[in-house]
């Protein structure tokens, strides 16, 4: 979800300001993409690379989290949503990662959209994890000749089981995907706008959708798929599919 800091610096407010605006954003979008009936949204709340941030940053982004779920848990779960989590988890400190697993226990029977959260989250090391939880079980079953493919990798993601997003929307103006969901976004169309995440609103969200429908898609081939599929965003990346960052 990127802009907060930007978004704080340009009003002469405290970065911690901007994330607490890109909390806000982050209701809106959960909401809306529920009133769609998208099946599923993610959002890169916390990069690996983001420990590299002053500790005061990091300690309040920890506790902004914790907060978060405290207060929109009870109306996430209300609405039938489904809290998922993606990333390195066992690194977050303990009463972070208590309150998340809380939070999935909670929605674990939700059957409406699936909010996933990439939190310490990075692409490559998503990968790196992937291929060594499929070498461990190589090593322990003695499949000497086990040849992997695509199927295989997939299914060791922290994402199996769901959809690889459609749409990757990057907001501030950046030109680059920033180590997120790599494997998955393979095919998804990109939309960047130079709004930042805290102004991020529903109309903005609107919009991006509607381009997204307006393309084309051939997937390497000749025939066209026009408006439909799972949708991404990088700030925030949705699934918009009939299957299945606060960052600044």
Not at 19 to 35: D, L, M, P, S
Request: contains cysteine; charged residues 25%; hydrophobic residues 40%.
């Amino acid at each position: 979800m990127d802009g907060n800091g930007r978004w704080a610096q340009r009003r002469h407010l405290p970065r911690i300001a901007g994330h607490r605006a890109g909390v806000k954003a982050a209701r809106v979008i959960i909401e809306t993409c529920a009133r769609l009936k998208l099946p599923c949204l993610t959002l890169y709340a916390f990069s690996l690379e983001n420990w590299r941030r002053p500790q005061a940053e990091v300690d309040f982004l920890m506790r902004l989290l914790r907060e978060y779920l405290k207060r929109e848990l009870p109306s996430i779960h209300k609405n039938n949503i489904r809290l998922l989590i993606i990333g390195r988890s066992e690194q977050l400190p303990d009463p972070v990662r208590k309150d998340i697993e809380a939070g999935m226990r909670l929605t674990a029977k939700n059957t409406g959209m699936k909010l996933v959260v990439a939190l310490n989250y990075g692409g490559r090391a998503e990968l790196v994890d992937a291929f060594n939880a499929i070498l461990d079980q190589v090593r322990a079953n003695g499949m000497s000749a086990f040849r992997a493919d695509e199927q295989t990798i997939s299914e060791h993601l922290y994402t199996a089981g769901l959809p690889d997003p459609d749409l990757l929307i990057r907001t501030s103006g950046e030109m680059r995907v920033s180590n997120f969901l790599l494997w998955q976004i393979a095919y998804a169309e990109l939309y960047v706008t130079e709004t930042l995440w805290p102004d991020f609103s529903r109309a903005r969200l609107l919009e991006a959708l509607a381009d997204f429908q307006k393309r084309e898609r051939r997937y390497g081939g000749l025939g066209a798929a026009r408006g439909r599929g799972r949708a991404a965003v990088a700030s925030a990346a949705a699934h918009k599919s009939n299957d299945t960052s606060g960052r600044g």
